[in-house]
């Protein structure tokens, strides 16, 4: 499977819940991590994904971009 990498890390839940709805309307599946920083401070990263090809995550990315967000590069798990 291929992944979007981050497209935001947030301390906000009301941020990762606006940032999905926008992500959704415009037709792409994301998903959320909790991730722990630096000096134990806890936010959740939203990432866009799965998709069963680099090349969808790679348009994917493009319209991320293109939507003014900044998502990380496309990964592989």
Known sequence: NALVGPVGPFADKGNVKEL???ISLAGIESYTEAVKGEGGARYTRVRAGPFAS???AEKVRKRLLEMGLKPGNVTTR
Do not use: G, L, P, T
């Open 20 to 22: 999905q709805a926008r």
């Open 54 to 56: 680099k090349d969808e």
